[in-house]
């Protein structure tokens, strides 16, 4: 059958051509919608997959940042030995210098202070009210936002004590201070900080028959 139309001929020369390939041209038509689905559906899932891998990956790694503050006695050993030719007890001139940087450089918000004190601790520097001769004892202070660990080594006392700390604002005259508490029945001297740094923190109670404590920053 010839068909004629504006000068344009079209021939056919077998009515079923035009059926088989009309089918043919729906397959491959369907084929395409089908991948085309697939890749929609699946291109996501590589994109969640890592960042579910991603995100196990931070948690691990965060787990085990704060691993590094649960065993204080990690990279840290000291033996307590009492000496009576030395003279600990008595604040040295480098123990003095540091605590007076420390006075004028000190943290003077609440805030600030808490950040600063998560970490590690070493006991650098010590003096006594009554006695020179006493050695320094050992000490490492453990702080994470929930509780602080004191491993202390005197020559009467080997302890490690765990137990939630705050910081506590006080007036002394006319100056705002503040003090780091522990929360509990416990009071223990040897962390009773009133000042506080970026590097160091020390309490120092001589003055009135006390002690000095002098911690600083070690991790």
């Given at each position: 059958m010839n068909y004629s139309k504006?000068?344009?001929?079209?021939?056919?020369t077998n009515p079923l051509d035009c059926v088989r390939a009309s089918s043919k041209s729906k397959s491959l038509d369907n084929q395409k919608i089908r991948d085309f689905n697939l890749k929609v559906y699946w291109y996501p899932f590589p994109n969640i997959l890592s960042c579910c891998i991603l995100v196990i990956f931070l948690i691990v790694v965060g787990a085990c940042g704060d691993g590094e503050y649960l065993n204080p006695r990690a990279d840290?050993?000291?033996?307590?030995?009492?000496?009576?030719r030395t003279m600990d007890g008595l604040i040295d001139d480098t123990e003095q210098a540091i605590m007076r940087s420390c006075t004028r450089n000190a943290l003077t918000s609440k805030m600030a202070i808490e950040q600063?004190?998560?970490?590690?601790?070493?006991?650098?520097?010590?003096?006594?009210?009554?006695?020179?001769?006493?050695?320094?004892?050992?000490?490492?202070?453990?702080?994470?936002?929930?509780?602080?660990?004191?491993?202390?080594?005197?020559?009467?006392?080997?302890t490690i004590i765990t137990q939630a700390w705050k910081i506590e604002?006080?007036?002394?005259g006319d100056k705002k201070q503040f003090r780091l508490n522990l929360l509990g029945d416990n009071y223990v001297h040897e962390i009773a900080m009133t000042q506080f740094c970026d590097e160091y923190m020390f309490s120092n109670f001589t003055p009135s028959d006390g002690n000095m404590y002098l911690y600083q920053k070690v991790r």
């Open positions: 504006r000068n344009v001929k079209f021939e056919i840290y050993d000291c033996t307590f030995v009492q000496n009576d600063n004190l998560i970490g590690e601790w070493e006991l650098v520097g010590f003096g006594h009210g009554w006695v020179a001769r006493t050695s320094k004892p050992c000490g490492y202070l453990t702080v994470t936002k929930s509780d602080l660990t004191l491993e202390l080594k005197t020559n009467d006392t080997d604002g006080t007036i002394w």
